[in-house]
């Protein structure tokens, strides 16, 4: 079973970007789903954006337009590019690894990484 580690949370201002990166213990070469998911207290946990190892991708609706997901199958590494956040976007960021791209089945899950939006 994978292990993953995120990286990159923090608090930002309104507006402003964040770049989230999940690095993946072994090959993801082989995984053909890889996918971000969030939490906010009091919410259940929601598809954030996901990507195969094609190169589909699958976006939440609330997203779209301002996220990009990535992988680097060479360095292991999915990425969570976050343009103009807002406070709504506030909330515990998961990587998931062997979902699908409209859920995370039974796929393995990192510990998260906080990010905060300031208005």
């Known amino acids: 079973q994978v292990q993953l580690v995120e990286f990159g949370g923090g608090l930002v201002q309104a507006g402003g970007s964040l770049r989230l990166s999940c690095a993946v213990s072994?090959?993801?070469?082989?995984?053909?789903?890889m996918g971000w998911y969030r939490q906010a207290p009091g919410k259940q946990r929601e598809l954030v954006a996901a990507?195969?190892?094609?190169?589909?991708?699958n976006y939440g609706d609330s997203v779209k337009g301002r996220f990009t997901i990535s992988r680097d199958n060479a360095k292991n590494t999915v990425y969570l590019q976050m343009n103009n956040l807002n406070p709504e976007d506030t909330a515990v960021y998961y990587c998931?690894?062997?979902?699908?791209?409209w859920g995370p089945g039974l796929g393995s899950w990192g510990q998260g990484t906080q990010v905060t939006v300031s208005s």
């Open positions: 998931n690894a062997g979902g699908q791209l």
């Open positions: 072994g090959s993801i070469f082989s995984i053909n789903t």
């Open positions: 990507i195969t190892s094609g190169g589909n991708t």
